[in-house]
């Protein structure tokens, strides 16, 4: 099986390529598989100095309310990622 990965930043520069990989993939009988990559350092975004503020002075429940921040922001991160690419796929499916 054949498949073309085409990388989107949700910038509109890399969705150009979409249409050119669509007309890639019918000629080949490729399927295309969209992919969106989340970086780690898109987390430090959050505002976690105040938990850090306070893991340095020895409240435990500083640790456990960072790694749930972070968990909620990856999940939060992965759900517009997703949705993001739904709507890319859906407008080429249009097509």
């Known amino acids: 099986m054949r498949t073309i990965l085409v990388p989107l930043d949700g910038s509109p520069l890399a969705e150009r390529a979409l249409p050119y990989a669509r007309a890639l993939a019918g000629l080949l009988e490729a399927r295309l598989q969209l992919l969106r990559v989340i970086p780690d350092s898109a987390l430090e975004q959050g505002d976690t100095v105040g ?37 890319q796929a859906a407008a080429l499916a249009e097509q």
Request: charged share 35%.
């Open 51 to 87: 938990f850090d503020l306070a893991a340095i002075y020895g409240v435990s429940e500083a640790i456990a309310a960072r790694q749930e921040h972070e968990q909620r922001m990856r999940e939060r991160l992965r759900e517009h990622a997703e949705s993001y690419l739904a709507r």
